[in-house]
C-alpha cells in the first residue's frame, strides 16, 4: 500500500496510556557490557572497585534485555510492547536516533526496575514518519534514574 498522502491523526498513537515492563539486571550484566563495548576502565570491569557503576550507556541494553538473563529472539519480548505504531504503508522501520540522559547512578549491584513510556510524537515525512517515544527507567517510587528518547524513521 501507499503511505498516506493526507495528514496523520497522530493523538490516536501519542495520547495512549504510557507502558510500564519490568527490566533487570546484576554486576556480571554491568561489567559484561562494558567489556563488549572494549572498556578497560577498572570503574565499569571491576566490581571491588571503590568507583564500581554501571557505564552510561547500559541502560539502553534493557530495551532490549527487559527481565531476561536468557539469550533472546529478536525482536525481544520487550520490543514487542514499546514498538512503534503500525502505520498504513510503511514497508521498513529504520533506527534513527537515540538520546539517552542519566538522571541519577544506577544502583551498582544490580536491581529490579521499570522501562515507563511510549510514543510521544510522530511527524509525517514525505512518503514516510518518524515515530519519537520517550522512556523512563524508575524504581517502584518513581525514582528516574535514565530518559531515554529513540526515534525510527518509518519508511512509506
Known amino acids: 500500500g501507499q503511505f498516506p498522502s493526507m495528514p496523520l491523526d497522530t493523538a490516536v498513537h501519542t495520547s495512549k496510556p504510557k507502558v ?47 527481565d531476561s538473563f536468557d539469550t533472546l529472539t529478536f525482536p525481544s519480548p520487550i520490543m514487542a510492547h514499546f514498538s512503534p505504531p503500525q502505520l498504513e504503508g510503511v514497508r521498513v522501520g529504520l533506527d534513527a536516533e537515540k538520546l539517552i540522559e542519566k538522571v541519577s547512578e544506577l544502583p551498582k549491584n544490580g536491581a529490579r526496575l521499570n522501562l515507563v513510556g511510549g510514543v510521544v510524537g510522530i511527524h509525517q515525512k514525505g512518503k514516510g514518519a518518524l515515530v519519537e517515544r520517550e522512556l523512563e527507567l524508575v524504581d517502584d517510587t518513581g525514582k528516574v534514574y535514565y530518559r531515554i528518547v529513540d526515534a525510527a524513521f518509518l519508511v512509506g
Open 20 to 66: 510500564s515492563r519490568p527490566v533487570e539486571y546484576n554486576q556480571r550484566d554491568l561489567i559484561i557490557y562494558a567489556l563488549g563495548i572494549g572498556s578497560v576502565d577498572p570503574r565499569y570491569t571491576y566490581e571491588l572497585h571503590r568507583d564500581f557503576a554501571a557505564f552510561p550507556t547500559y541502560p539502553i541494553v534493557l530495551t532490549f534485555k527487559g
